[in-house]
């Protein structure tokens, strides 16, 4: 995963949350790197960290939450080596973020055109009159019709397809270089849904910025993205990119939710598959590997040792025992997935 | 070039919403009459204010012996005092006294609740325990006691009245402002404009701040309802505005030694107390019901 220029390199991230049961790792240890121009998708289900994740990147962290430690890279300076008034320059600047909630993410009371302009008259300093007239240009360019009037129209006016080209106007109005954006589509039609990424997805190639997308839908990763991190309990246990997931998935925790899709290519009998069980919660953490009580392969090293996120022959990185010289269950296993492959290893 | 009929550079402006929703509010004040006869007469007592004193003939201050203790006639519509003073004269006089107070103490009071409740709503954390402690204290002690503390320290004059309202109307803003921030402040549009790198100080008086000024002009309205009858207290109990000042208030007290035989003296200041307080109330209520999102 070598790339002539990285955009973003997050290394050994830590972002826990001190409540009164006492400390809560909600990002353990999470590193990936975004190349220039390329998209990351960031998977998991609900609790994984993946939002924990995004909102470190841009400093947003509240209280009783902290990072703890790692190193976040943006174009080789640490961003957490910044000060508040640094980071402040730098969000909706250089490094942007739309919601999943495009009902809740503008504000009520200013209209779409000056909550657009408003980036330009934090970052660019620009005169009210002439931060209006790029918002303008920022409309008619996410493809929103009669743009003139919308401009001056208030939140509860416009449809939620609508609001969040709202919400993308406004987070490249700067011309980002890293779009952050946390599940962009999850509250949207699903006819919306592939407007939106396709949006995504032609800005990101007309303005040559990265993108890091936060989702928990495997079909919107497999549309959009280059590369993917697969997170369970803050952890990333697969990281790859998204040929290689796809084609032959590593961890037992990827296959399970590669097998819990629908699909419309092979004929599939009787019920969807499910992984069983729900995701620990971070203040109640299993001692070994996270996904041991869920997994349907796990022996007694995986509930004893946390395994390390190794990088096998096809350049994809996962986290798993089965993987390692030290697997002690049964030889050969295969985590055998429907796609007809095989993501094995003889030991 | 038949069909020019509307000029291709006039753009077709559509309503300005802020303005249809001022409508809307508008639409539910007027359908609650009793807020209605509140707001008139709120108008009603202003422009009496103004235009009163330049109407009435008789000096508010001057005594007139001879003509003392008479009672409502053609002459002295509500009667004269024990000094023969018109009570008519010296009430619409002191109509311009009472709303300034009223209206001055609330902003005073105002400004500084609203600010310390954003701070203390928006921030949390220790500067909110701090702040609302604080509140607490004041808030801990009857109204009018506190008033009467501040005055008693202060010493009794009009403009020391109006600080001590004002400090008096503090609590109840920051607290009212402190919980609706602290329920904007987790909302998403706040996290969306802080990701845009928008400075705290932006984040509450522009976006915040708007958001919650319904609660705040309602009890502003209700406020200044309270702040009236505070400082005629005061200024009943001797401690505010001084005679011969025409102060509502003053005149109840003044009139108090002749309750028995002569009760006009006390009960048309009192009856003009009673009728600015029931306005503001009236209107604010209605108010707060108009602006009330969920009643639409």
């Known amino acids: 995963m070598e790339s002539p220029k990285t955009i973003i390199k997050v290394d050994n991230l830590q972002t826990s949350f001190y409540t009164d049961k006492g400390e809560v790792k909600a990002v353990d240890g999470v590193s990936f790197e975004i190349p220039s121009g390329k998209t990351l998708g960031i998977v998991g289900e609900s609790g994984s960290g993946k939002s924990i994740t995004s909102l470190s990147v841009m400093r947003l962290i509240q209280d009783p939450g902290k990072i703890k430690g790692g190193q976040i890279l943006f174009n080789g300076e640490n961003l957490l080596d910044k000060s508040e008034a640094q980071m402040r320059r730098i969000r909706g600047n250089q490094i942007s973020m739309i919601f999943q909630e495009p009902m809740t993410s503008l504000n009520p009371v200013f209209t779409v055109g000056d909550q657009i302009a408003e980036a330009y008259m934090i970052h660019e300093g620009k005169s009210k009159k002439e931060a209006l007239r790029k918002a303008l240009d920022m409309l008619k360019l996410v493809g929103i019709p009669s743009p003139e009037q919308r401009l001056k129209q208030y939140p509860h006016e416009l449809s939620g397809g609508m609001r969040q080209r709202v919400m993308i106007a406004i987070a490249l109005a700067c011309n980002p270089e890293l779009l952050i954006a946390d599940e962009p589509t999850t509250a949207l039609d699903v006819t919306i849904q592939a407007q939106i990424l396709r949006l995504i997805n032609n800005l990101q190639e007309e303005l040559g910025m990265s993108v890091m997308l936060i989702t928990h839908d495997l079909g919107v990763v497999a549309e959009t993205c280059d590369y993917v991190a697969v997170m369970y309990a803050g952890k990333v246990v697969e990281y790859a990119d998204v040929e290689t997931l796809f084609e032959s998935p590593k961890h037992p925790y990827t296959v399970g939710l590669l097998k819990s899709l629908p699909r419309h290519d092979i004929d599939q009998e009787g019920e969807l598959e499910v992984i069983k069980g729900m995701v620990p919660t971070p203040d109640n953490l299993p001692k070994g590997c996270r996904f041991a009580p869920r997994c349907p392969f796990a022996s007694d090293i995986c509930a004893d040792r946390l395994p390390e996120l190794d990088e096998l022959e096809d350049n994809s990185q996962v986290r798993c025992w089965i993987y390692t010289d030290e697997w002690d269950g049964k030889s050969g296993v295969s985590v055998k997935d429907d796609y007809g492959t095989f993501a094995s290893k003889e030991s | ?296």
């Open chain 2, 1 to 296: 070039m038949a069909e020019t009929v509307t000029s291709p550079n006039k753009e077709v402006k559509p309503p300005n919403p802020q303005i249809e929703n001022l409508k809307i509010v508008w639409k539910k004040l007027k359908k609650n009459k009793i807020a209605m006869a509140g707001g008139f007469l709120i108008l009603f007592f202003i422009l009496a204010s103004w235009i009163g004193p330049l109407l009435t003939t008789m000096d508010p201050s001057q005594p007139n012996i001879p003509d003392r203790l008479q009672g409502p006639s053609a002459e002295y519509w509500f009667g004269t005092d024990h000094q023969g003073r018109d009570i008519f004269t010296r009430i619409v006089h002191g109509m311009s006294i009472t709303l300034y107070i009223g209206f001055v103490s609330v902003a005073l009071g105002c400004v500084a609740g609203v600010f310390l409740g954003l701070i203390s709503g928006y921030y949390g954390g220790r500067t909110d325990t701090v702040i609302m402690r604080i509140m607490d204290v004041l808030l801990a002690f009857p109204g009018i006691l506190l008033a009467l503390a501040i005055v008693s320290v202060l010493g009794g004059s009009l403009n020391n009245v109006i600080i001590a309202v004002g400090i008096f109307s503090i609590p109840v803003f920051a607290r009212i402002v402190r919980g609706s921030a602290l329920a904007v402040r987790k909302l998403e549009y706040i996290d969306a404009v802080r990701a845009l790198g928008a400075s705290d100080t932006r984040i509450i008086f522009k976006h915040v701040l708007p958001n919650i000024m319904s609660p705040i002009i309602v009890q502003a309205t209700l406020r200044i309802a309270t702040a009236v009858l505070t400082a005629s207290g005061l200024s009943f109990l001797g401690l505010g505005a001084q005679p011969p000042t025409p102060e509502w208030g003053a005149m109840l007290s003044a009139g108090r030694n002749y309750m028995w035989e002569h009760p006009h003296i006390a009960l048309f200041p009192g009856l003009a107390i009673v009728a600015v307080v029931l306005a503001f109330n009236l209107f604010g209520d209605g108010l707060r019901d108009a602006l009330d999102p969920k009643m639409k």
